[in-house]
């Protein structure tokens, strides 16, 4: 019997989230003993190239972090019915299905049904020689893409989950596709009523960013407090049949849910809040009311929708070359003036044509013994374990080279860093803590794909081998 409240939680709102997001809310979700789905959203608009990158250099080409993430909830949520949804496939959802499927067997859960959704990969697609030119038109002339997701909607989740579908794993897909997938499932929306995709669209909105909604990147000490960040819950929506739906979070988390988080979030990276194009809806957010129910409650209502797109946003990852980023450090009396003759110096050792960023950036450091662990330790230890900063020495002038160097020839962008490093002694005196790093760089373009070329599906994943 189809129960009128159906609950999604979020357990994580970008690749690099917190690990252990998920625990309280999947408590929470079994707590409630209703139905309920759990949706991971762990794509941002350069992740998936990485992810390309990283498989075809023999790594796993999904969310690394997958099975830290699913281990401490995957058996409960097996156990108590809860669906997973999330996008934490990647550029490989065929072997993130068979990394959770392994999971399962290792934590001696039931074996799951796992369904996979394909199709955004227009790399790979049929229609490759139609897309082609419309890719080529979106990224600068000689450059070739190295990965083209287009982001599919939440049809096939919806699909996955009417079919008996315990996790759904997805690439590319729109970000509230992951939570209206669910409920459209659960409520047997069509998607013909427009409204009501608009509401699950909403809900998804509010949950993809994790513990944003729930006062995370809300927070602003002293302007807008908010407790326990440390532990900060995650949230969950419960929707009704109808499309109204309430904010929560878990109940002894820290965070905090109210109208003004909500608010936030409901207008993040909204280019137009009366026509906010999705996949499957453009959602208009002009009429929706936001009231606090107080205890970490704020409900929700009157989303609307208009037809959808004709085309769906595709990222186009390409080769940006390499960037090195480095410091060293100087102090005491005529600390600026030496800090500005390193970059002189760096600017005499390296190529003229070379693109280059330095600054300077200068503070007043209390110079302490904080980590010296001798006999001369002038940082005693209250009882209470506060440190009591009595003997502090003089206030010095610290000034940090910061620089930045960007080439298509790694090599190059090598030297400018060994250069960095012979400060020590071929420089101004007294430098020290130098640091530097050289990594890739990744551009992102975007195109618009007319939907008849893109193909997504969706299988069982024991079909999809």
């Not at 109808?242 to 988080?261: F, I, Q, S």
């Not at 599906?457 to 024991?462: A, G, K, L, P, T």
Request: net charge negative; charged share 20%; aromatic share 4%.
């Amino acid at each position: 019997m189809q129960s009128n409240l159906f609950r999604i939680g979020c357990g994580a709102g970008f690749g690099g989230d917190r690990l252990d997001a998920a625990v309280p809310v999947v408590d929470a979700l079994v707590a409630s003993g209703g139905p309920a789905c759990l949706m991971f959203e762990t794509l941002a608009e350069r992740t998936l190239a990485l992810s390309q990158l990283a498989r075809r250099g023999g790594g796993v080409g999904y969310d690394p972090h997958l099975m830290d993430r699913l281990r401490p909830i995957l058996g409960t949520c097996l156990q108590h019915g809860i669906s997973i949804v999330g996008n934490f496939g990647a550029a490989d959802p065929v072997g993130a299905a068979q990394a959770i499927d392994a999971l399962a067997r290792e934590i001696g859960a039931r074996v799951p049904k796992i369904f996979v959704v394909s199709g955004d990969d227009l790399m790979v697609s049929p229609h490759r020689a139609e897309i082609d030119p419309t890719l080529q038109a979106c990224l600068p002339a000689g450059a070739l893409p190295l990965s083209a997701n287009v982001y599919l909607g939440a049809s096939q989740i919806r699909d996955a989950l009417i079919a008996g579908a315990d996790i759904v794993v997805t690439g590319r897909v729109a970000d509230p596709a992951l939570a209206l997938g669910a409920v459209a499932a659960h409520f047997d929306w069509s998607f013909d009523n427009l409204d009501l995709i608009a509401a699950g669209t909403m809900a998804g909105h509010l949950l993809e960013c994790g513990g944003q909604v729930t006062g995370g990147y809300f927070a602003d000490p002293g302007m807008k407090d908010v407790p326990d960040l440390a532990n900060l819950g995650f949230p969950i929506v419960e929707i009704s049949a109808d499309g109204a739906m309430v904010v929560t979070k878990p109940e002894g988390t820290g965070g905090c849910v109210n109208a003004r988080t909500v608010k936030e979030q409901l207008l993040y990276e909204i280019h137009d809040p009366a026509a906010y194009l999705t996949p499957d809806v453009v959602l208009d957010l002009t009429s929706v009311s936001v009231k606090n129910l107080g205890q970490n409650r704020v409900a929700l209502r009157g989303a609307r929708g208009t037809r959808r797109p004709e085309t769906l946003k595709a990222t186009v990852c390409y080769d940006g070359g390499f960037i090195g980023e480095g410091g060293i450090s100087y102090s005491g009396p005529g600390a600026d003036a030496r800090a500005r003759l390193a970059i002189d110096i760096l600017r005499g050792r390296l190529a003229p044509d070379l693109q280059m960023r330095a600054q300077t950036v200068s503070t007043q450091a209390q110079m302490t013994a904080l980590f010296d662990d001798g006999p001369k330790r002038r940082i005693a230890t209250s009882p209470a374990g506060s440190f009591d900063l009595t003997e502090i020495a003089e206030i010095q002038n610290d000034v940090r080279v910061h620089i930045a160097v960007r080439s298509t020839d790694r090599a190059e962008v090598a030297h400018a860093m060994h250069e960095l490093g012979a400060l020590y002694t071929c420089g101004p005196g007294g430098g020290g803590g130098v640091r530097s790093t050289i990594r890739s760089r990744l551009y992102t373009s975007s195109a618009l794909i007319p939907r008849d070329l893109v193909d997504a599906s969706c299988q069982e994943w024991s079909d999809a081998r």
